[in-house]
């Protein structure tokens, strides 16, 4: 694991091979890092798992004041493991089919009378033969992920779900969450970047949203960014799926201080210093007000999971996904 000169350290070094390293410092400083280098630190399931577990117990432990995310190697994160979610292969018609999701179509059968919470039944066809979009499902509660998913969910819908509550229990978090980034953040991990606090970027640090690249809809990380970040600036960067530098992402507010590379770990540390100076439960409380305006509700974010999980399932979906395993142009590209 790469060593950061005055980052938090444990007196015993973790366990270097795991996905994702967690070292607390005497300060009550939480140091998350992504520990991928080697697929530039995707979104893996037990990654992501790990992750969220660390921020779950972060949010409960008064011991600890803040929380550093960074990731080892030369990017941040690459976003989720495609390879992984998929298989390593487009998904087969037969899983589509069985989780219910429609090709071309963001429909759902809705039961009048249903009253389900499981979300593989929410997604599975309906007999009353009634239409309802994401955002007739969007209305039904939208309970935290337990530890264990429903065995009947693919992982291509398990992957994008804990995405989201990554996300959402980064902002849900009562201490500060301060992104260290440098290199690549794409796709999902260019929404981890957006929904942290405070974030450090040096020079190499470059963002891009990949969904419309990959035939994919922008509903999964959308109700994070609209509620941060200029409009004209996101519809640039989702339209165009282009990766815009740290000098534009410090212009629209994605990164809040920008360093050349040698100056990165020390100008980590002085803002972790910074918080440091300031009382926890005010810090809390000044969260939840910001949350106010910042988290989106539960209703965005079922809708923009089922659409999302939909988009891996249209047609575009899948050539999108199928070009990029085949590190090939898909067939929309002119």
Not at 88 to 97: H, N, Y
Not at 188 to 213: H, I, Y
Request: hydrophobic share 45%; aromatic share 8%; with cysteine.
């Amino acid at each position: 694991m790469t060593d950061f000169p005055n980052s938090p350290k444990l007196p015993n070094p973790p366990d270097s091979s795991a996905p994702l390293t967690r070292t607390d410092n005497e300060r009550g400083v939480a140091t998350l890092t992504l520990n991928r280098p080697e697929r530039c630190n995707t979104l893996s399931f037990e990654l992501s798992r790990r992750l969220l577990a660390e921020l779950r117990q972060i949010a409960a432990d008064e011991s600890t004041r803040l929380v550093v995310l960074r990731g080892v190697g030369k990017h941040f994160c690459a976003g989720l493991d495609l390879d992984e979610a998929t298989n390593g292969a487009p998904i087969p018609f037969e899983t589509l089919r069985d989780a219910g999701l429609a090709l071309d179509d963001f429909r759902v059968r809705l039961s009048e009378t249903a009253a389900e919470t499981n979300e593989s039944q929410l997604l599975a066809p309906k007999s009353d033969g009634r239409v309802a979009t994401p955002f007739d499902l969007a209305a039904r509660p939208f309970a935290p992920l337990s530890d264990d998913f429903p065995s009947t969910l693919p992982r291509f819908q398990v992957a994008p779900r804990l995405v989201l509550e990554i996300l959402r229990q980064i902002r849900l978090t009562p201490k500060p969450v301060v992104a260290a980034v440098r290199g690549a953040a794409c796709g999902g991990g260019a929404g981890l970047v957006s929904v942290c606090d405070f974030v450090v970027a040096d020079s190499t640090f470059r963002a891009v949203f990949t969904e419309t690249k990959r035939g994919l809809s922008p509903s999964l990380l959308f109700p994070f960014l609209r509620r941060k970040y200029p409009l004209a600036a996101l519809q640039e960067f989702v339209l165009t799926a282009a990766p815009f530098a740290a000098s534009r992402a410090l212009d629209v507010g994605l990164v809040q201080t920008l360093v050349e590379p040698d100056a990165f770990d020390a100008t980590v540390a002085a803002a972790v210093d910074r918080f440091l100076e300031n009382e926890p439960r005010s810090l809390a409380t000044a969260k939840r007000l910001f949350n106010a305006a910042l988290l989106p509700t539960d209703a965005e974010i079922r809708a923009g999971w089922l659409e999302h999980c939909r988009s891996w399932a249209s047609s575009a979906g899948r050539e999108g996904i199928a070009a990029f395993l085949e590190k090939r142009p898909p067939r929309w590209t002119r």
